[in-house]
């Protein structure tokens, strides 16, 4: 199996969502230290419900991919239902297997994203625990 599939490499090469100017609300980086990996993620709402959304970072193709494809999902959603997503949403969005050792890569966005809005609501952050990796 190629884990590098032709639509994480093309939303790599090609990203919609990377470094676009909003007026964001929510800001939240987090990093993959077992390789690297950094993203900024950032978040416009309108009340509970996200309107836009922009990333910025540098890390692997499934990463940059993830951070990417990961905008087209949560606009629209509100707040809430993005704190509801499971490390199998994201992975069923990426439309390829992820191996135990890419996992961290291909969730750093989701990470970045309910941590930046648990922040924003005063509540605790999560970790890799939470999505059943150390």
Not at 2 to 18: C, E, G, S, T, V
Not at 72 to 83: E, G, H, R
């Amino acid at each position: 199996m190629d884990i590098y599939a032709q639509n994480i490499l093309d939303r790599y090469k090609n990203p919609f969502h990377k470094d676009k100017k909003i007026h964001e609300t929510i800001s939240h980086k987090e990093a993959n230290h077992s390789c690297g990996d950094i993203v900024t993620v950032k978040l416009s709402e309108d009340g509970m419900k996200i309107i836009d959304y922009s990333y910025a970072g540098n890390g692997c193709a499934i990463s940059m991919a993830a951070s990417d494809m990961i905008g087209d999902l949560i606009i629209n959603m509100t707040t809430d239902q993005i704190l509801e997503l499971s490390k199998d949403d994201l992975f069923e969005l990426l439309g390829i297997e992820i191996s135990l050792r890419r996992s961290k890569c291909a969730l750093l966005s989701l990470l970045a994203l309910q941590n930046g809005i648990l922040i924003s609501l005063d509540k605790p952050t999560r970790n890799w625990t939470y999505y059943h990796l150390s």
